[in-house]
DNA sequence: GATGCCATGTGAAATAATTCACAATGTTAA
DNA sequence: TTAACATTGTGAATTATTTCACATGGCATC
């Protein structure tokens, strides 16, 4: 099986290339690619063995095939909808951030506790409250959830989702989530990425 | 030297201790330990050995002491100032974030471009032009810096930062920066994130 | 006391991730 | 046509990280 790290690389190769392609750049060598997504000439050749993309020695990686064949690779074929608990600072950071940045995943709702959030539309969003959310989820067909809820609410938020059929959870929240070992979660830690950098600015790595 | 994922769990330990020592628990084994925090016994038996703490074999770590040795270990002396550019949805969620959370960490400036934002105090910190940076930060004796600014903007921010002496960067623009090796800079790659778990949720990790 | 129990700390082993290094391949230039 | 060159794809080596497993030691119980 293919690491998470590789998933997350090859990502980021593909967001990279994108960018490269709408400049009108045709192709690619590993070494270029490394330079700009910041890694290893061979890891690159590695991470791109993975998805079964063959590029030639003389002209490199030919851009728009080389998209093409991540995103057969990575993405559903079908699109992938996803649902957002936490409409708070955060919430509506993520919100502005993901409307219209990758087709195939889409933010089609957004949840809270509170009365006074619900019922808008933010960034095209549109927001209810936490009690339709297994509803809402299963009409929308939700197997994906963004949780930006406050540590002490974050566990149960995160029941309720699995609850809806969600699979696969990011987590914003600073604690640890404790759900059935087949839900794909992946925390995202910023007080431990800045604690982490603090640490490395002052001792070096 | 240590690793970066080691330093990341050894802050997420102080958090969940520190929140444990607040229910008033004085005492944890790593097993219990390593279920809150989502890890191994074994692991968390290494990772608190690099900070060097031992525990009782009885009685386990004793909080309040693990707590202190963990901050001898991660945290400077005196507190670190962060400055933080991009005063975006994001940036401003991270200022509410950040808003008293580690006495040792402390977001001291924000900075944007946009004439709009700037001379005001935003979740108790104050939000400066761009054009005021290295003043600012050489004033604060700010060494780390928070990039929360858009793709196109973002590497020259950060040089930005590294001109004016952060040695240190917590980087959420969805581009890897070009910056002098010393300088230690963590992504933080939404967009990657969701991906993953996308991938995962379907393929089942 | 002596004994059993349980958790720590840590070498050693296992596993995972990255890098090395080179055969294979196609292109350019003479 | 042939030689020189640069790059790919990948087995092997290396390095990093995690887990295993057990000697050690303190406490409770008999």
Redesign the interface.
Known sequence: ?IS?KA???I??YR??LMDLHKEGREAIFSHDLAA???GSAAQVRRDLMAIGYSGSPTKGYIIDELVRSISDF???ARH?N?ALIGI???G???L???TN??P??KIVAAFDNDEHKVNRVIHGCRCYHTDDLEKILQENDV??G?LTVSASGAQGAAEKLVDAG?????NFA?????LPR?????N???????????????K??
């Open positions: 099986m998470d998933i997350a690389r990502s980021l967001r990279l700009i997504a910041g990575l993405d559903c992938q996803v708070g600072n955060l509506r950071a993520i502005a951030y993901f940045r990758r195939n995943l197997k994906l963004i969600v699979k696969g959870i990011l600073p604690i640890p989530l404790k087949k839900i794909y979660v992946e995202v830690d910023m007080s431990a990425s800045i604690e982490k950098v603090a640490f490395f600015a002052r070096g790595k």
